[in-house]
């Protein structure tokens, strides 16, 4: 038995004023309190308590001691109530780490709804598109798209990614587009370099990928975006990039979109037991606005393309 169970033992036998009566609640015999009691006090070298056939008393030394239990346990048990009050709240600060592209287009619109509903929540909000040691930053939840490496860290997918082929209606009526890969390299190409390791994303099919030569090249989703916009190149981007110029007809799908194995958006946490209501909350206000615009674990709007 640990020291805080038989500090609690302590103050049940004084409370009770017998060893049997807490042994009875215990369901245990008088003589195994009774050798907890003499353990404790072995521990301590000191008596607790004078006991006699019919009745045990305090010594001085136990009055002492008693008090200083007492205290222990209630503020231990004080503090075990705030924390499970406060896990079980949607409240305190929530700190949220976001890929640069998805994180502007996806989440921060949906910001001012947030807080309005969960006014007792406050944010503190990061970007990055590299990975993040959120433990040791103390970050509460990661959003990532991509796949996932091996990790202890628990991931929700929150949708798949399909990559579209588009091209302004501009570039289209000056040059034309590809029917297939075969006339790939007859095109101007808008191509994306990973900031962290300078590779450039090759253009992905079902069953190839392509690198054409004619590249125009930059390391941001959203100048992807607008350099595609600007009738300077066909350009291959994830739909959350996609999907706004798309619905402003600015540029156009023009092959099927392509859903590779395993890539997704994820909600990455630390702890699925004992998850903090804020956390909980934020994720499920982040599929709830996904759901709205076409989007699930298992669907994207590009499928009604």
């Known amino acids: 038995m640990d020291k805080l169970n038989l500090l609690k033992l302590f103050v049940r036998v004084i409370e009770a004023g017998s060893f049997a009566k807490v042994a009875n609640n215990q369901g245990l015999s008088p003589s195994t309190i009774s050798k907890a009691i003499q353990r404790l006090e072995s521990d301590l070298k000191v008596s607790l308590l004078h006991r006699s056939t019919r009745q045990i008393a305090l010594t001085q030394a136990g009055r002492e001691y008693l008090e200083t239990a007492k205290n222990i346990i209630n503020q231990l048990e004080a503090s075990e109530r705030s924390i499970l009050q406060h896990n079980n709240q949607a409240e305190g600060l929530l700190r949220i780490n976001l890929p640069i592209s998805y994180g502007r287009l996806y989440v921060l619109p949906y910001i001012g709804e947030f807080t309005q509903r969960y006014p007792s929540i406050s944010l503190d909000i990061s970007f990055d598109d590299r990975y993040v ?133 994820w909600a990455i946490y630390a702890n699925r037991e004992f998850l903090p209501e804020k956390i909980r909350v934020f994720i499920d206000f982040i599929q709830e606005k996904l759901n709205s615009i076409g989007e699930s674990p298992y669907h994207l709007w590009t499928e009604d393309l």
Request: proline share 6%; charged share 25%.
């Open 133 to 265: 040691d959120m433990v040791e930053r103390g970050i509460d939840i990661v959003l990532r798209s991509g796949t996932l490496g091996d990790s202890n860290l628990i991931a929700k997918q929150l949708s798949p990614i399909d990559f579209l082929i588009c091209a302004s209606p501009e570039y289209i009526k000056t040059y034309g587009q590809p029917k297939n890969h075969t006339s790939f390299e007859q095109h101007r190409w808008i191509r994306f370099r990973f900031r962290q390791t300078g590779k450039i994303m090759p253009i992905m099919e079902r069953q190839r990928s392509h690198n054409p030569s004619n590249n125009l090249i930059c390391d941001d989703g959203e100048a992807l975006i607008a350099l595609c916009e600007q009738g300077l190149g066909i350009t291959q981007m994830p739909h959350f990039l996609a999907r706004e110029a798309i619905q402003k007809g600015t540029i156009k799908a023009i092959l099927p979109v392509f859903r590779p194995k395993d890539y997704g958006i």
